[in-house]
């Protein structure tokens, strides 16, 4: 890997970890309505992923959605405005934290379906394919959606119509408390792409750079008419499923034990700076720029003006 | 007798209907160890066991189909679906299925399921945790779906649904679950599926509602009271059946209607009590029965100030029964 692409990886995730931090701060001055999935721990999976992506390829998201988005090079204005509940937001404040789209950018949106997302990606991989483009997409979904019928009615049709999507399969090891120990009868999730006919792959979703690797390989052949994968990334939430979880469902000693052993950003900063692709103080810039990008966004977001009610058939209707 | 809010009631419920008859189980996403994400089967299955207390994984359609074949093999099972919305999945099994097995066996065969729905907005739980979906039910004979909004109703209309040998799409209106506390009587009473419930006399006009509206129409009619306008407030709580001796008697008590509902003001619920109202009681209107309801939306937004216009709330529904007084 070159020095640009692992300070770009690095980048990205600590972008991701910053914003689910101030998004939590946000949410705990109660400044955020509903509720928020911190995908702080996943980082990795998005950014390895969305490092070859094009904005005019498509992603599907899911309820946990933040760092998808990043990785697909949204605004962080406009992603905290639509937390806020701002006009200025993704969704003019209407859908919040779960429902960030932007299609100008190829996000074919965050869901609060889970499992949502898997057959929509599907058709727009249909159309890249029947256009005769090279696009390719996407689509990010976790262990949970994995049982969801449309995992497994998604994964027939482009593996039979040799589709360019990439079925990226989140393992953070739960869905809410439901542990994929339980939820599974198999171990390794990505063993389900043969009953479908397609390549499957298990990666350390920990590793940035063995899923930026994995994802070169499955975007390549999706995008030379090779067909689906289904790429399974080994993962951990550090937090809980959604912001107040009491967790009553893990130990602390999983927790902590997890959160230490598991920290994409600790990982790659060891391996940026022994590889001597980058070195500590370089990292550290990259922290402060982030930060300081992070702040500007977060006043900027918060100056808009509160979202306005909407009246039919706005953004319901073309015409009615 | 002792003060619970809804969602005590709900769990109380259960728990002792756990206890009365050990077939009974439950089969939802989160419900073992997490107790549900509104803390209804807190402590369950540390009494019951994982064999009664079924986390489910993440397919909606397999929990109300696994409860259907279950239910028909002889247990009685309760599906739980997390929020109302994510019952879109499980449509098939409980229109195709569940509302059916009853007459395409031709009697033979029955389906003693409940299908718990938290449902309603209230909580700016956005597009896919606040939605209202009684009236996609309520069109299908086959299925009891019940409504009620008060502990006392809860506790004597879940143990009714739990022993009916029919399904029954049981919604509990999530954004009551703790705001509303009330009386429930000691003992093992039922209410039965169906009557509606006059929850408030009065002589000027009568208002329907129920969940969260119902609440909100009782402190209008309040608030109207000191004006000097009698209100009357039928708590509707059952769908289907619905009841049309009450409504229409009350109908004709005051020959001024009014349905108060969240769901979408077309083709909801309210617009089969105003047609049921509209072909019965005609005579006795001195009004055209009026509806307040959700606006023309697809989903709930999710930030305060849209959902707070979205919702119907006590003034906008005082504002109404006024206009509906003066006519
Ligand atoms: C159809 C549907 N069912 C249930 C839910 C409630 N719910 C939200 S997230 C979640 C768990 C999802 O687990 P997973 O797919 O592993 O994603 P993770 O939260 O772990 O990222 C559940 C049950 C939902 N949003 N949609
Ligand atoms: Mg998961």
Sequence with gaps: ?320 | MAEKSNVQAVHDTLRDEFRRDDRVIILGEDVGVRGGVFRVTDGFIEEFGPDRVIDMPLAESAIVGVAIGAAIAGLVPIAEMQFADFSAPAFEQIVDEAARIRYRSNGQWNVPIVIRMPWGAGVHGALYHSQSLEAFYAHVPGLKVVVPSTPKDITGMLRSAIRDPDPVIFLEHKATYRAVKGDVPDGDFTIPLGPADVKRDGTDITVYAYGLMLHRCLEAAETLGREGISVDVVDVRSLRPLDSETILREARKTGKCLIVYEDNRLFGAGAEICAMIAEEAFDSLDAPVMRLAGPESPATPFNKIQEDAFLPNADNIATKMRELAAY
């Design chain 1, 1 to 320: 890997m070159d020095k640009q692409t692992a300070l770009h990886l690095y980048r990205v995730m600590r972008t991701i970890r910053r914003f689910e931090q101030r998004s939590t701060t946000l949410f705990g001055e109660n400044k955020i309505w509903g509720t928020i999935h911190s995908y702080a721990g996943e980082e990795a999976i998005a950014a390895g992923v969305c490092e070859h992506l094009r904005d005019d390829d498509w992603i599907t998201s899911t309820h946990r959605g933040h760092g998808h988005c990043i990785a697909k090079r949204a605004e962080l204005g406009k992603m905290f405005a639509e937390l806020l509940g701002r006009e200025t937001g993704y969704c003019r404040g209407r859908g919040g934290s779960m429902h960030i789209a932007d299609t100008s950018k190829g996000n074919l949106g965050a869901n609060g379906i889970v499992g949502g997302g898997i057959p929509i990606a599907t058709g727009a991989a249909l159309t890249a394919k029947q256009l005769g483009t090279d696009q390719v997409a996407v689509s990010f979904f976790g262990d949970g959606a994995a049982n969801q019928g449309t995992f497994h009615e998604s994964l027939n049709i482009a593996a039979i119509w040799k589709l360019p999507v990439i079925y990226v399969c989140e393992n953070n090891q739960y869905a809410e408390s439901f542990p994929a120990k339980k939820a599974f009868a198999i171990e390794d999730i990505s063993v389900r792409a043969a009953g479908y006919g397609m390549p499957g792959v298990r990666v350390d979703g920990r590793d940035v750079a063995a899923v930026y690797a994995a994802a070169s390989e499955a975007i390549a052949r999706a995008r030379k008419g090779g067909g689906p994968t289904l790429l399974v990334c080994e993962s951990y939430r550090h937090e809980g499923h959604y912001y107040g979880d009491p967790r009553k469902y893990q130990t602390k000693e999983e927790i902590e034990g997890w959160k230490t052993a598991f920290d994409p950003l600790l990982d790659a900063r060891g391996w940026i700076v022994r590889d001597g692709l980058g070195t500590e103080a370089e990292l550290d810039a990259i922290d402060r720029a982030v930060d300081d990008e992070m702040e500007r966004a977060v006043a900027w977001a918060e100056a808009g003006p509160p979202a306005s009610p909407l009246k039919f058939p706005e953004d319901i209707y073309a015409s009615y």
